[in-house]
């Protein structure tokens, strides 16, 4: 699956913004300031959202972790942010950054190889063409970038027709087990973890908890997602891994239902 890049768009205003404003006013509120942006960073790749893997003591102390701040710090943002809307509890294993889906940026990593390679050649063209009038400035290009161009357009044909033939396949998959034809937005939220980089094999990995969930007749995203975050948290990033891993585990009884992934 292709590289995806996320970065954090903050406008012009951002700073001049009264909620803020008021935030750097208290007392350590730069550091509030600074604690609220590494949140919204955090969330990017997951559009807003923040999770609970039960890998701190509680929600707080969790976050501290994360983003390597103090606790009482970073209870203070949280409290702040609460009471001025900027953060929503979903449930008590989740957060949302209100503001976030107008502030991601993000490219695909074979974008990311076409946007660095126009950069050089226009910084060479520059600096060829530095004594040249401007009605001259147009280079032409050499067969060799021509080549490149071609290349990389090809490289991208290739990533969005697999991305294609992934997103079909578990949309398939959920529409023919029982996840719900008319729940768009949990299957839009969860073709999201295609786009997860941590994973080799993110289409195979899905599908494998999805049958999972099904297994275990619990069709519900959270429980998904729940089965991807304890993979990831654990470094099992690919099929093989996570077989291995589960051979490891205690054998169950034939009819024990239960799969335990630790959540």
């Known amino acids: 699956m292709a590289k995806k890049y996320y970065w954090l768009k903050l406008k012009k205003t951002f700073f001049n913004q009264k909620e803020i404003k008021r935030l750097r006013k208290l007392a350590g509120g730069d550091t509030f300031t600074i604690i609220y942006l590494k949140l919204l960073l955090l969330s990017l790749e997951n559009e807003g959202k923040i999770y609970f893997d039960g890998i701190g003591d509680d929600f707080v102390d969790e976050l501290a972790l994360d983003i390597d701040e103090d606790d009482d710090n970073v209870k203070m943002t949280l409290s702040y942010l609460f009471s001025k809307g900027l953060i929503e509890t979903v449930d008590d294993k989740e957060y949302f950054l209100s503001d976030i889906p107008g502030m991601i940026g993000s490219e695909s990593d074979s974008a990311n190889r076409v946007r660095r390679h126009r950069q ?84 195979q990995i899905i599908l494998k908890a ?31 891994e996570i077989e291995i891993h589960d051979s490891k585990q205690t054998v169950q009884t034939e009819n024990d239902d239960n799969y335990n992934y630790g959540f």
């Open 120 to 203: 050089r050649q226009n910084q060479k063209a520059l600096h060829c063409n530095n004594d040249v009038t401007a009605s001259n400035s147009q280079v032409t290009k050499s067969n060799t970038e021509i080549d490149i161009d071609k290349e990389t357009e090809k490289e991208q044909q290739q990533e969005q027709q697999q991305e294609q033939e992934s997103t079909s396949e578990v949309i398939q998959f959920w529409n023919q087990n029982g996840f719900g034809l008319d729940n768009i937005s949990a299957k839009n939220q969860l073709l999201l973890w295609l786009e997860d980089s941590s994973f080799n094999q993110p289409k």
């Open 210 to 240: 999805m049958k999972i969930a099904c297994a275990n007749n619990n069709r519900r995203l959270n429980y998904i997602e729940g089965i991807l975050r304890n993979w990831k948290n654990n470094s099992l990033l690919t099929v093989r």
